[in-house]
Every structure is written in structure tokens, then in C-alpha cells.
């Protein structure tokens, strides 16, 4: 008898630490197998397998620390919880490679929020996530009885003494390597503290947040100032040739590089844009630099010339702050008239609060369109009759104008009716891309549409054009079906390759030149400007004429990653340009710390608001 009450006074820790055992391995297979995260070294194993342990020992311990007994409601209520909170990172990781935050939860509805997108990252393999809820439910239900816990208080503040040793183990190790100074490089931080520990160290960062605006002085604003002087604006002979033309900037949703002159099947994917080029300014190695804001990220960092939040979107971030926007510089020139086009609902990513803060007249969304089922698919209004509804409200525009028209149809999980199909589907394993083909080709056609419209009214001749693709459609998911189609190898170079999106620039009358100067969407800004006949010191911008710019300074991403002109710097490891293969990390600190200045004062800008202090 004494046996059996000494197996009843422990089952109950014997259990709770089997359900935390549960919860452990399903957070390591998900990091070492879901998140595929890249361990460059046994200290990176080590870190992974144990950086979960003490916390989910303590939080599972809040089944038992209150009572004689485990709650059974809590204790599986803990593990259902984990088991979601790991099951959306993953589905968020799929599509974006990247981990969710705090902030983009708040902004769920502005990335899809439940839907076919949503569906279609789902895996058969992803039951086994939720297996183990049946069988530990089945288990408390049958053991309610006898999950009874030591009465000795001693015992108990051994297991809690315990785990918290287990976790200063942890933390210990964590800091070892500078996690918490660059708290932008989300991999290194869910490698390190793991996946349910990231998202606590992401609340204290987003309570952190706020603090920033009230503790900002203009000593601050003025350091920032001092380094944005530093960058030069040579000129050249192509300064001024657009100067007073109306400025049409078009949002190529989801639109990657590769797709220019590619064909499929011997047509080609980009008939209009490929021609388009010959008669622009093509710039064939610019590359995507948004973060969790995606298109919202784009719209920022063109209009403001700073690098997206690293968490979460400006536009709903910090729609308050003083902004000097491209349409504030374009007022203040020639008194340009901002209107922007977008088919879809006027608060999505915030945009009817935010594009006010960044100086926008107008705002034509889905309320200004004759939007039907029929010509709707997706996200919202298909590309063509958005475009061909837009240009009745352009014509109403005082000139010179500046509009910015964002496309919607060419959207993961990229879906088009029969009758818009303009070409057949990739012939590759993976379905995604597959139809990325074809939403493209139907972008490409609806661009086509537009400028046949524009010559039609004379409204082509005394406008330049900018387009330029938003952020990558193909993410990391679905990146061995891109390799098969491209016949590439998937490696490295490649990858950073098919973060290039299309930067076309056309103005009428001039002579088309394919531009290979590495960039990125920041550098717009400032390339356009110059065109315009508009210098561009004093206008607080990360951003170089894309004419002029020096090749050794990185393009900048905002994970911390870079490209220079040669070597590659992702994951916290250093690779050749060429080849693709790994070089001491020492070949790419002196980049990085170019890297780490600029994304801390640009994020020092916008969370301190420094602009209030600087722009009159």
C-alpha cells in the first residue's frame, strides 16, 4: 500500500514533466525541421535543444505550484496553447521566412489573415503536431484521479530552483553570443532562446518601443543628420531631363526580376516589360529590402527613404510621426499634386492615416471603383479594369502629379480565371510556381492595357514612369520549384539573386540602358530626384542615386543580412559572391558595421520621431 501512495504522490510531477517532455521535442523538431534554421556549429545544436528547457519547465510547473494536486485544465490548456503559438509560427514561416511578432499580430487582417494563402502552406505532415493533444487528453481524462503532487513545500521549491538554474544556464549561454544587441536578426534570436522565449523577449521589445519618442531629444536627431550628410549626390548629364513631367510610379505586386525576358514553354512571361526596357533605364541587380510589412514596406522605404521596422509595418507602427516624403519634396519643388490608386479597402496596412502622414492629396481606393465579382479575384479588383477605372481619375488631377498605382492580381497563392489566362502553367513539382507564370504574364498585359489607354488620351508623352516590383513572390518555400524552372542550382548566390525585383524607368524619348549597379528599393528615391532635377542633400535619406552609386557600399537588408560587391553575408555567415562559398566572418565585418550604423539610426529616426526636430 505504501508503494502505491508513493507512486500516486509523484505521478502527478511525473506527468507534468512528460507533457513538458511533449511540448520540448515538438519545439526542436519544429526549429531543426520547420524553421530548417541554419546551425553553423555544435554550440548552435547545443543552444537549440536547450534553450527551451527551463521555461517550459517553469511556465508547466503553474499546473501544480498552487495546489495539491496537477490541474488537468491547465496543464493541457498549456499544451494546446504552445502547440498553436508553434503551429502559426510555422505557417507564418512557410510563406515569409521569417518569425511572427508581436506587432504583425495586431496587423493579422494585412497579411491574409485566414484564407486560401493560409490553406495553401498547410502540410498532410502537419498531424503530427496534433496527435499527441488527443493522446495526453485521452491520458489526463483516464489519471484524474491520481495526479496528486509532493505536499512538501521543500520539494517543490527544489523544482522551481531547478528550473530556474536551468534557465540562467540558458540565458548564460544566449548571451555568449550578442544576441540582444542586434534583436533585428530573428533567426538568431528563435536559435537561441527558442521559438516560445522569442516571442516573450518580443513583448519586452514592443513595451520598449513607445518609450523611445519620449525619451528623444534633438542631440539625437542631429547625429542622425551628421551621417545622412555624409552621403554625396554626384552629378551627372541625366540630372534634370524629366524636370516638371508627371510622375506615374506603378507597384509591381509580388514581381521578381527573374521573369524579365524568361520564357515558358517558348513564350515569353513579360512581352510588354521586355520590350519596354529597351527603351528605358532597366536596373537589373536591385533587390528587396522589405521586412514584415511587405508592400507597406516598399511604400515606405520609397516615399521616406529609411529601412522598413524590422517588426511589424511603419504604416501601422508610427503613421503619427514628421515624415519629409517624396511628395513632401515634390510639393515643396514644383508643387506636385500626390495621388495614390489602390483597389483595395482604404485602412488596409492603415494606409488611409498613413499615405495623410506622408503628404498624399488623394486617395483613390475600392470605394472609388466599380468593384463586381466578376472582376474580381484574390485580394480585390483584377489588374486590368483597375487600371482601365484608374485613368478616368487621373485625367481630374491638377498637373504636375505624382501617382502611384499598386497592383493586386499577381498575389500569392496566385490565383486567375481561365478567361484572363494569357499563358499555360510552368511545368515544374511545385504548383506555386506554376501559376506565379501565369498572374505575371496577366500584370504584364494589364501594364500594357494602361499605356495603350494613356497614348490614346495624350497623356503618355510628358510623364515618366517608374516601375519596380514590391517584394519577392516566390518565398524560400517554394524556392525548388524556381530552381527546376530556372534550371539552377539552389545554393546561396542564387537565392540572394531571387530576392532582385525589376526597376524600369522609362521616359519618353530617351534612349533605353540596362544599369548594373547593385541596389535596392531605398535607392529610388534619390534616382528619381535626380531625373527630376531636384538635389537631394538635406532630405535625411539612407538612400544613392542609382546613377552614381558606389558599388562598395552594401545593399542592406533588415535582418542585418548584405550583399557587397564580394561577399555575401546572410545567417551570420560570410559567403564569396562568386562562388557561394563560406570565407572567414572577418571578410564581412567591416560591412557589417556600416550595416548595424545604418539600420540602428534609421530605427532610431523612426521610433524617436527625430524628424519633428529637423524638418521645419
Not at 298 to 320: C, H, K, M, N, Q
Amino acid at each position: 500500500m505504501s508503494q502505491y501512495k508513493r507512486l500516486a504522490t509523484t505521478s502527478g510531477t511525473q506527468f507534468t514533466l512528460l507533457v513538458t517532455s511533449i511540448l520540448w521535442l515538438k519545439t526542436v523538431v519544429t526549429c531543426f525541421v520547420g524553421f530548417n534554421l541554419s546551425m553553423h556549429s555544435f554550440f548552435d545544436i547545443i543552444l537549440t535543444l536547450t534553450s527551451s528547457i527551463g521555461s517550459l519547465l517553469l511556465i508547466m510547473g503553474f499546473s501544480f505550484y498552487f495546489g495539491k494536486k496537477v490541474n488537468r485544465f491547465i496543464l493541457f490548456g498549456l499544451l494546446v496553447i504552445g502547440t498553436g503559438i508553434l503551429y502559426g509560427d510555422l505557417l507564418y514561416y512557410r510563406f515569409y521566412t521569417d518569425f511572427v511578432t508581436i506587432p504583425i499580430l495586431f496587423q493579422f487582417d494585412n497579411v491574409g489573415g485566414l484564407s486560401a494563402s493560409t490553406v495553401e502552406l498547410m502540410s498532410p505532415w502537419d498531424i503530427f503536431m496534433f496527435i499527441d493533444l488527443f493522446i495526453v487528453g485521452w491520458l489526463l481524462f483516464k489519471t484524474k484521479s491520481n495526479l496528486t503532487v509532493s505536499k512538501q513545500r521543500k520539494r517543490r521549491y527544489i523544482l522551481v530552483g531547478s528550473t530556474l538554474v536551468v534557465m540562467t544556464i540558458c540565458l548564460g549561454l544566449v548571451k555568449s553570443v550578442h544576441l540582444f544587441s542586434e534583436s533585428y536578426d530573428r533567426e538568431q534570436m528563435v536559435k537561441t532562446l527558442g521559438p516560445l522565449n522569442y516571442h516573450v523577449y518580443d513583448i519586452a521589445l514592443g513595451v520598449k518601443a513607445p518609450l523611445q519618442r519620449v525619451v528623444a531629444n534633438e542631440t539625437d536627431a542631429v547625429t542622425s543628420q551628421k551621417y545622412l550628410q555624409q552621403i554625396d549626390s554626384k552629378p551627372t548629364d541625366l540630372f534634370g531631363i524629366a524636370e516638371g513631367k508627371n510622375v506615374v510610379f506603378i507597384t509591381l505586386e509580388s514581381t521578381q526580376d527573374f521573369v524579365i525576358n524568361q520564357k515558358v514553354n517558348g513564350e515569353e512571361v513579360t512581352p510588354f516589360l521586355n520590350d519596354l526596357i529597351k527603351d528605358s533605364f532597366y536596373f537589373n541587380q536591385i533587390y528587396d529590402q522589405t521586412a514584415q510589412g511587405k508592400t507597406s514596406d516598399a511604400e515606405f522605404i520609397v516615399d521616406t527613404g529609411l529601412y522598413p521596422l524590422a517588426s511589424g509595418s511603419a504604416f501601422v507602427r508610427r503613421p503619427e510621426n514628421t515624415y519629409l516624403s517624396l511628395q513632401h519634396i515634390l510639393k515643396q519643388n514644383n508643387d506636385y499634386y500626390a495621388a495614390t490608386f489602390h483597389g483595395n479597402d482604404r485602412t488596409f496596412w492603415n494606409r488611409d492615416q498613413m499615405y495623410e502622414a506622408l503628404g498624399y492629396d488623394t486617395y483613390f481606393s475600392k470605394k472609388d471603383y466599380n468593384v463586381t465579382e466578376e472582376n474580381s479575384i484574390n485580394y480585390g479588383i483584377k489588374d486590368i479594369p483597375f487600371f482601365n477605372q484608374s485613368v478616368d481619375h487621373l485625367e481630374e488631377l491638377s498637373e504636375p502629379y505624382y501617382a502611384k498605382f499598386l497592383t493586386l492580381t499577381n498575389h500569392f497563392p496566385f490565383l486567375l480565371e481561365e478567361e484572363d489566362t494569357l499563358i499555360d502553367e510552368a511545368d515544374t513539382e511545385v504548383g506555386v510556381v506554376n501559376r506565379y507564370v501565369t498572374t505575371v504574364r496577366y500584370l504584364d498585359k494589364s501594364i500594357e492595357t494602361f499605356f495603350e489607354k494613356l497614348k490614346e488620351k495624350g497623356m503618355y508623352e510628358d510623364t515618366v514612369f517608374i516601375l519596380v516590383g514590391d517584394h519577392y513572390g516566390i518565398s524560400k518555400k517554394y524556392e525548388q520549384g524556381l530552381s527546376e524552372l530556372l534550371d539552377e542550382e539552389a545554393d546561396i548566390v542564387n537565392h540572394m539573386n531571387y530576392q532582385q525585383v525589376p526597376l524600369i524607368i522609362h521616359v519618353p524619348g530617351q534612349e533605353g540602358q540596362t544599369i548594373e549597379t547593385k541596389g535596392g528599393q531605398i535607392d529610388i528615391r534619390p534616382t528619381l530626384l535626380h531625373l527630376l532635377g531636384i538635389e537631394t542633400d538635406d532630405l535625411y535619406s539612407f538612400g544613392r542615386n542609382l546613377f552614381t552609386r558606389d558599388n562598395d557600399h552594401p545593399v542592406i537588408f533588415r535582418d542585418g543580412s548584405f550583399i557587397s560587391e564580394d561577399y555575401i553575408y546572410k545567417d551570420n555567415v560570410c559567403y564569396g559572391k562568386e562562388n557561394g562559398q563560406e570565407v572567414d566572418n572577418q571578410y564581412c565585418e567591416p560591412d557589417s558595421e556600416i550595416v548595424r550604423q545604418e539600420l540602428e539610426l534609421s530605427d532610431n529616426i523612426i521610433f524617436g520621431d527625430l524628424l519633428r526636430f529637423l524638418v521645419e
